[in-house]
């Protein structure tokens, strides 16, 4: 109210210009890393067809052509993270999102009816193929099998999974309390806290991560970390690493690889708890899912054969 009462000063083209990098710097703060980086490429590409193309990218006729040259290669699910990246580049340059003007919202309808809206799912890692793994030798297994047990019984992101450091750990009679600094939906740093209890059996994920610590003690650093001939370096696995270990993994099981990502240990437990019967709020605390129907989604593949018509009619 104070400032809207002021008298404004005609602002010099430095102001403005300065005014515009800040302005910039405030949206930029308010994505993640990995969601700026994607937008930042996918404007890239958008810029460098308007050039060639010799066409205004602050054009509504542009962004719609674009996105239809798009749609001759990709599938919808790409479409709704380049057309994200341009409503971006628009609100950096100060103007309305063009994708809520009537073209094109009827563009993005019919490419929706055209082109379909499922996601591809990846197929969750199950307590059934985490028993079957054959875990390398020495450091590395002890690693690996403490990383994949712990990111299945707290349903982490990946990018939860390798921020981890020795602070977030507290070891309990009961099991471990794992504390997630920052996540995907919670990028202003609030955190929470989510407990793995220890467990009867070879999958314990407590006993995996003391195995895993009396090896690389407690000194404070990256929880996991990355391996250099056969020694722990210090330095935190990234997600590409995780996501390699994982595949491989899959690969000796005789399991197709491109099944599985880093999201197969959260799809996991999910299912997993779904399939014992666990309330889907029950699910949610667990996994931190903001979106109740998101989860859904695992439940529903989960219940395909448990409750399933067909069952009633083929049962001996």
Known sequence: MYLCGMR???????????????????LEAALSERTLKEYRRWIGEYQ????????????????????????????????????AAVRFLWKLRGLDNPFQTEPLRLLMRALRRRLGTAKRQVRPLLPTNLACMRWDAGTKGVRDRALLLVGFGAALRVSELCALTIDDIELTPE?????????????????????IPRAAGAL????????????????????FQSM????????PLNQRNVRDLIKDYADRMGLDPAQFSTHSLRAGLAT???????DMEVIASQTGH???????????????????????VFRN
């Open 8 to 26: 404004s000063k005609a602002m010099t083209p430095k102001g403005r210009a300065q005014l515009a990098i800040q302005a910039q710097n405030l």
């Open 204 to 223: 314990c994920p407590v006993r995996a991560l003391e195995d895993y610590l009396a090896i690389r003690g407690w000194g404070r650093g990256p929880l």
């Open 48 to 83: 460098k067809w308007c050039a060639a193309s010799g066409l205004d990218p602050f054009a509504l006729a542009t962004v719609g052509a674009w996105i239809e040259h798009l749609a001759t290669k990709y599938r919808m699910a790409t479409l709704e993270q380049a057309s």
């Open 228 to 235: 250099h001939k056969g020694k722990l370096t210090g330095r």
């Open 175 to 195: 099991g471990v309390i794992i504390t997630i600094r920052k996540s995907k939906t919670d990028q202003t740093g609030q955190g929470r806290q989510v407990a």
């Open 272 to 278: 997993a708890a779904a399939l014992a019967g666990a």
């Open 290 to 312: 903001r979106s109740l129907e998101v989860l859904r989604g695992y439940i529903r593949r989960a219940n395909l054969f448990q409750r399933n018509a067909a069952s009633w």
